[in-house]
């Protein structure tokens, strides 16, 4: 399981439920103009470069679809007829290039800043009671949740402007090459968008997200929509964009449904072992707690006391600087939590100083 900072979280509810997303009322087309010799070859040359209805596979994705959730079949396929290849998507789903250094310094700085945790401070003093009543619910604090939604989207400054039904039939139809193909993961993803928005949650045509496909303050793909978002404001609906309650109730979900533990600590400061072979051996799990205190102690790490104390597995956790010396720390079962929202120590640790940064400019405000 690698550990380099990722963007998107995967990151990223019930059949049951709906989320209320803005709809768009369908707009008159203009009268298509005779295409370009230039025009005809870009699209004859490139995946579906208008729409994907033209495609057989797509439309016998479309019918299964239909098929196995009990859909219309003919809804399915206007929709999915309406989908648009995305190059933008295809490039920015590429990895950085090779050789690029990780490096924790950089990409901590990019969150940690005086900016993001002022608009932190603001969110969490505007939305108190939904955040007490969150960690209350679900045992998450209310720093852990607001650092998430601060490193996805800014507290709802960027959401995404791409339409998430052409960012994923993109993903979900051409892949692009060059990395591994995730063409699997979003063509399920684009499954449970379908099914959400058959369910009434949203329009198909209208929603905007990221370009993977992720939607709304707390940038949940559709899949974690229909397995773990929540009416936190009992208003009958679901409104991940709206609706900074169900935001924060959804992010709380989320972690409690993937093993979050009331009470415990992320991670705790630790030294690893100076000799190669015992510190590669607890790198060896990656950001999986799989060593005792005392397992980690016998290999030459040094923990601090509440560290030794700690019930629960750890993991040794290395995030590099460049050219500096790398990081570490030694993860809980916690930690490793917020990595399931998106898988990366790095991603984890930014929400975790955010979070931490924001609730001391909380106490200091509200003393």
């Known amino acids: 399981m690698s550990s380099r900072p990722l963007r998107a979280p995967w990151l990223m509810l019930a059949a049951s439920l709906t989320l209320t997303m803005p709809l768009a009322a369908h707009a008159t087309q203009p009268a298509k103009k005779p295409k370009t010799a230039a025009a005809k070859a870009r699209s004859d040359s490139a995946p579906d470069i208008v729409t994907y209805g033209r495609r057989d596979d797509v439309m016998a994705f479309a019918d299964d679809t239909a098929q196995r959730h009990g859909l219309d079949a003919a809804w399915v396929r206007e929709q999915l007829a309406g989908a648009r290849y995305l190059p933008s998507v295809a490039r920015l789903i590429m990895p950085p290039p090779a050789g690029t ?80 193909d995730r063409t699997p993961f979003f063509r399920g993803e684009l499954e449970e968008l379908i099914r959400w928005c058959a369910g009434g949650g949203c329009d198909p045509q209208a929603l905007r997200g990221s370009y993977a496909g992720a939607i709304g303050l707390p940038q949940f793909m559709p ?41 415990m600590p992320t991670h705790y400061d630790v030294a690893p072992p100076s000799e190669t072979t015992p510190r590669a051996m607890l790198l060896a799990p990656d950001i999986v707690p799989s060593f005792t205190a005392a397992q980690m102690l016998e290999q030459g790490a040094v923990l601090g006391e509440d560290a030794q104390r700690h019930p629960g597995p750890l ?45 001391a400019a909380h106490r200091a405000a509200t003393r």
Request: aromatic letters at 14%.
């Open 101 to 180: 250094a990780k490096n924790w310094a950089a990409y901590r700085s990019r969150f940690i800043e005086p900016e993001r945790i002022a608009a932190g401070l603001r969110f969490w003093l505007t939305h108190e009671a939904a955040l007490a009543r969150a960690e209350a619910q679900y045992g998450v604090p209310a720093q852990i949740v607001v650092g998430i939604i601060g490193v996805e989207t800014f507290y709802g400054r960027v959401t995404g402007n791409f339409r998430v039904l052409d960012a994923l039939a993109t993903l979900a139809f051409d892949f692009p090459t060059g990395r591994k």
């Open 315 to 359: 993991a040794l956790v290395e995030l590099q600087n460049g050219d500096a010396a790398p990081s570490y720390v030694a993860g809980t079962a916690n930690f490793y939590a917020v990595t399931r929202y998106n898988w990366s120590s790095y991603y984890a640790l930014a929400v975790i100083d955010l979070g931490s940064a924001i609730a």
């Open 223 to 263: 899949g974690s929509i229909n397995r773990h978002a929540v009416d936190f404001d009992g208003d009958g609906r679901i409104d991940l964009l709206r609706s900074p309650e169900d935001a924060i109730g959804s992010v709380a979900h989320y972690l409690a449904n993937f093993g979050w533990q009331r009470g």
